[in-house]
């Protein structure tokens, strides 16, 4: 069940998670102003605030910033992986194999690949989640390796 802000009530404690489980968002439509409206905030590029001029580049057109990227993933990995005491990242690795563009409609899929209890601080331990975020077609435009600390249930 979501509340308004579409994140789920059910959370997911250590002791719920284990290998090979998946988890998958809703999804959501990029648009060219919210790209642009980002890269003038954030990542002020060529081919991240003009089409015409993203032409003559790499991208070959309007391409939204890696960053916008990760924080559309953020906000769906939000509201599709309810882990008790929220999504705290300990590192990890990040790759965009391909742009993410306008009208692209993202949802991100979310695979648990390991589960391990911390050996110092018995109330949590490390999950390591591979999350792709994926356009319309299933093509992945970011992928995601991030070690997350959960918390294990108190009591």
Not at 12 to 32: I, N, Q, T
Request: a neutral charge; hydrophobic letters at 40%.
């Amino acid at each position: 069940m979501a509340d308004s802000s579409g994140v789920t009530n059910n959370r997911v404690y250590l002791e719920d998670l284990s290998e090979g489980m998946v988890y998958e968002s809703p999804e959501l439509e990029l648009r060219a102003a919210q790209i642009q409206a980002f890269a003038r905030e954030f990542d002020p590029q060529p081919f991240h605030l003009d089409d015409v001029a993203a032409r003559g580049t790499l991208f070959g057109g309007l391409a939204a910033s890696g960053w916008h990227t990760a924080a559309v993933t953020m906000k769906l990995l939000v509201q599709s992986l309810p882990l008790a005491g929220g999504i705290i990242g300990a590192g990890g690795e990040l790759a965009w194999p391909r742009p993410t563009r306008s009208g692209d409609v993202l949802r991100v899929v979310s695979t648990i690949l390991s589960v391990v209890p911390s050996k110092s601080k018995p109330d949590r331990g490390i999950v390591t989640v591979q999350s792709e975020t994926r356009n319309q077609h299933g093509d992945v435009c970011q992928r995601l390796v991030i070690r997350l600390v959960v918390f294990r249930r108190v009591g």
